[in-house]
């Protein structure tokens, strides 16, 4: 057990990718800080490895990588010239690579945290006031009560729970826990086609197991550009994944090992069987027992914290961040960027303030699915002229050269100033190639601009530019006719 201070500079409650973020740059500082979670069923209970690498995507992505190799390697590069025989799969394995990385990431942001000397300790913790938190651990024979001057609540979420099927991690898995499985099911259905939902699919269809994802919504990822979300789905359900939208699960059995699914939809009462259940429909701040009720914590009815614009609570120098609060989407890059924003206030930095407006979101499938800004629909509805350019990467030689080409760029700006409006892609390496089209945002940059930016050849960024090219039928790859 680290030794720990009466008081500090600045205490963060929550170790996750915001609170992480927070406590370093407080370090960077100057700020003495500690940083504290509540880490469950950890072997070494000083390790951060459950508080950031689990929380994050770095174990998803690590399985999702595994996962298409393993999808190639079985079906899917006879046409390099190369085949194998005999391919054949070891998830113990896969897991073990899994939590290898999980473990280094957890030893850097260690190592890290002592270069700029946070303090970190794993107890529960609980705001009594403005200035106070308390520590409840087993370390200690008491609960003791430390000093702040600064206190950042960063507790970040956890997957939602239905009454209509409970989780039991063995047949029935939180999103979470997904990622720990022993053996890939025959049969998997997944309860949520969003985000979270769509990238576990993405994992486990690879890896062999009949997946059926039941989507309450009517339409398929509703919130994204219509046009994407029209391509997403047509590449998806190629892909094998088997998606019914417009459902709600009533009730879920375990019955000789299997877990019989009921659910409604428009044309009546319907059962699967399966054997396994993952729940992906959403997550919800952590805010339970996070403050006292003397501290007057204000929080809305859905646990989420009440904060201005720079993520101040109703409590004087109480901070909430990440996931914990409605500023801008459950992101974990958002987080962070309010993390290093907020340890900048407290340390007398005068910094812009976040634009909640352009911050990227990705969506870790296969192709991936990436954007930032407005839809289509979106301007649309609100009677916005707009221009628009599509590049399909069909015709872009990178895509063609690695059998990458399903997938489009689009790009969308004002018809009156050519202000890009939004950016939305998909296809391989998606998240990377929305960092350009961010950096482009927050600078204002029109359509012209976008077009006249040079990019290596060939790639795929040049898709940007040629999406660019496309809105006044000027593209280099792209047939008139197709623009």
């Known amino acids: 057990m680290p030794k720990i201070k009466d008081k500090y500079d600045v205490i963060i409650i929550g170790a996750g990718p915001?609170?992480?973020?927070?406590?370093?740059?407080?370090?960077?500082?100057?700020?003495?800080?500690?940083?504290?979670?509540?880490?469950?069923?950890?072997?070494?209970?000083?390790?951060?490895?459950?508080?950031?690498?689990?929380?994050?995507?770095?174990?998803?992505i690590a399985l999702l990588e595994s996962a298409k190799l393993y999808d190639a390697l079985v079906d899917g590069i006879n046409s390099h010239g190369i085949y194998a025989e005999n391919v054949?799969?070891?998830?113990?394995?896969?897991?073990?690579?899994?939590?290898?990385?999980?473990?280094?990431?957890?030893q850097d942001i260690t190592k890290i945290f002592a270069a700029y000397k946070v303090d970190f300790i794993n107890s529960k913790a609980k705001l009594i006031d403005s200035k106070i938190i308390e520590l409840n651990s087993a370390a200690y024979s008491a609960k003791r009560k430390i000093k702040a001057e600064?206190?950042?609540?960063?507790?970040?979420?956890?997957?939602?729970?239905?009454?209509?099927?409970?989780?039991?991690?063995?047949?029935?898995?939180?999103?979470?826990?997904?990622?720990?499985?022993n053996e890939v099911p025959k049969r998997l259905a997944i309860l949520g086609a969003g985000v979270i939902g769509l990238e576990l699919a993405g994992i486990w269809n690879r890896l062999g197991a009949e997946t059926i994802l039941l989507e309450a919504q009517e339409t398929f990822l509703g919130l994204l550009d219509h046009q994407i979300s029209r391509q997403a789905y047509q590449i998806f359900t190629d892909?094998?994944?088997?998606?019914?939208?417009?459902t709600r699960v009533i009730s879920t059995k375990i019955m000789h090992k299997k877990v019989l699914v009921e659910y409604q939809d428009c044309d009546g009462t319907?059962?699967?069987?399966?054997?396994k259940l993952i729940i992906a429909s959403g997550r919800k701040p952590n805010s339970e027992n996070l403050s006292a009720p003397e501290a007057n914590l204000l929080l809305d009815?859905?646990?989420?914290?009440?904060?201005?614009?720079?993520?101040r609570t109703n409590l004087p120098s109480v901070y909430a961040i990440g996931d914990l609060t409605l500023l801008g989407p459950m992101l974990a890059h958002k987080g962070?960027?309010?993390?290093?924003?907020?340890?900048?206030?407290i340390a007398g930095i005068r910094s812009s303030p976040i634009n909640y407006d352009i911050i990227p979101n990705v969506i870790y499938t296969e192709p991936e699915i990436a954007w930032v800004g407005q839809t289509e629909q979106a301007l649309k509805s609100k009677g916005n002229a707009i221009t628009v350019g599509v590049l399909p990467l069909s015709v872009n030689q990178r895509a063609k050269s690695v059998d990458k080409t399903n997938g489009m760029v689009k790009i969308i700006s004002s018809a009156n100033s050519d202000a890009v409006l939004g950016i939305h892609i998909i296809g391989s390496h998606a998240s990377e190639l929305i960092a350009g089209a961010v950096l482009a945002m927050e600078f204002s940059a029109s359509s012209e601009d976008l077009a006249r930016t040079i990019h290596s050849h060939p790639s795929f960024t040049e898709a940007i530019r040629e999406a660019s090219l496309a809105m006044k039928n000027k593209g280099l790859f792209l047939h008139p006719k197709d623009s």
């Open 18 to 60: 915001s609170g992480y973020a927070s406590a370093v740059k407080c370090g960077q500082l100057g700020l003495k800080t500690l940083c504290i979670d509540n880490l469950q069923n950890i072997p070494d209970k000083n390790s951060l490895r459950a508080a950031f690498a689990n929380v994050g995507h770095a174990g998803m």
């Open 88 to 106: 054949s799969l070891n998830l113990p394995q896969m897991m073990q690579r899994k939590e290898k990385i999980l473990d280094e990431i957890s």
């Open 150 to 181: 600064h206190i950042i609540l960063a507790t970040e979420s956890s997957p939602i729970s239905l009454s209509c099927a409970p989780v039991d991690n063995e047949f029935i898995f939180d999103s979470t826990a997904a990622l720990n499985l």
């Open 239 to 246: 892909q094998g994944l088997e998606l019914r939208l417009g």
């Open 270 to 275: 319907h059962a699967i069987r399966v054997d």
């Open 301 to 311: 009815e859905n646990g989420y914290v009440h904060v201005n614009e720079n993520c």
């Open 336 to 345: 962070m960027a309010e993390g290093v924003f907020v340890a900048e206030q």
